[in-house]
């Protein structure tokens, strides 16, 4: 079993930024992908971001690509998911994910998932 936290979130400007972290715990080798996720008010829940983990391949959705990054600190067991130029349609719940499978997609791999973090941006 994988145990997922993330920090990092909470209320910025139009056009700030905001670094994410995901601190993994627990039975970690079984996984090859991790990714971040978000929920807004009234919508689906999106994938934003992921990663192959050792390889550092990364792969984002349209909707960011450009503006967040995620990377991942190995020996820590974290991955991070840095947002710049931020846009109040960012505004949502922030979920970390792990998981085994095709990391360049957001689907058929989440296993595992973290309790999420509110960014808001106005």
């Known amino acids: 079993h994988v145990q997922l936290v993330e920090s990092g979130g909470g209320s910025v400007q139009a056009g700030g930024s905001l670094r994410l972290a995901c601190a993994a715990s627990g039975y970690t080798k079984g996984n090859n992908c991790m990714g971040w996720f978000r929920q807004a008010p009234g919508k689906e829940r999106e994938g934003i971001a992921t990663i192959i983990t050792l390889l550092h391949n990364t792969y984002y959705a349209d909707s960011v690509k450009g503006r967040f990054t995620i990377s991942e600190d190995n020996p820590k067991n974290t991955v991070y998911l840095q947002m ?22 957001f689907d058929g791999w989440t296993n595992f998932w973290g309790q999420g973090t509110q960014v808001t941006v106005s």
């Open 84 to 105: 710049n130029n931020l846009e109040p349609e960012d505004t949502a719940i922030y979920y970390c994910a792990a998981g085994r499978g095709a990391c360049d997609r």
